[in-house]
């Protein structure tokens, strides 16, 4: 059984368990978003705690640890993806929502890193998304999106389907691919 064509959402069912939030809380995230009416840390955290199934959620910037989805810490340091997807990897997480703003320190260590892992990227940076994060993307066998952190209502709509996913409520019928 090949998963390869599978949306993340169809992948996620199959596992029947929640994906982790993975949230960039490297320095880079006190930006503002665009339109430039919020730091794109703030709009992450109205986004974040208005959501009611979130499962585990981590924060990372030079380091990866959990946090609670109301006290999201504030931005400092650098963006290594490969020290948070090692980190998840140690407890057993293997499903991953990772909220990005891009820049990462570690691309290398970080495509290495991502094997074994089911990964939905979200981008909410400035411009395109980077080439490396469409890289990590194929990687992990899956894709990356372009996000507006301003447009919170369809953004929360997306996390909860995609965290809601692994439920086995049978009025979540038929699949959806983000």
Do not use: H, W
């Not at 959402?9 to 994906?19: A, F, I, M, W, Y």
């Not at 009611?52 to 946090?67: E, L, M």
């Not at 290594?80 to 820049?103: H, M, N, R, V, W």
Request: net charge neutral; hydrophobic share 35%.
């Amino acid at each position: 059984f090949n998963i390869q064509g599978l949306s993340l959402v169809e992948r996620l069912k199959l596992q029947k368990n929640t994906p982790a939030l993975l949230l960039d809380t490297s320095g880079s995230m006190i930006g503002y978003g665009e339109g430039g009416e919020k730091r794109r840390i703030d709009s992450l955290r109205d986004i974040v705690s208005s959501l009611t199934n979130t499962g585990k959620v981590f924060s990372f910037n030079d380091i990866c640890y959990p946090c609670l989805k109301d006290a999201i810490p504030d931005p400092t340091g650098n963006t290594y993806l490969s020290i948070a997807f090692e980190k998840l990897k140690q407890q057993g997480i293997k499903s991953i929502i990772l909220i990005t703003d891009g820049e990462a320190n570690d691309k290398p260590q970080a495509l290495a890193s991502v094997e074994d892992l089911q990964l939905q990227i979200l981008y909410v940076g400035p411009g395109d998304t980077p080439d490396f994060l469409k890289q990590l993307a194929a990687k992990a066998g899956t894709i990356c999106t372009k996000e507006n952190l301003n447009m919170q209502k369809e953004l929360t709509a997306k996390i909860t389907l995609l965290l809601n996913a692994g439920d086995t409520n049978p009025r979540q019928g038929g699949s959806i691919c983000l």
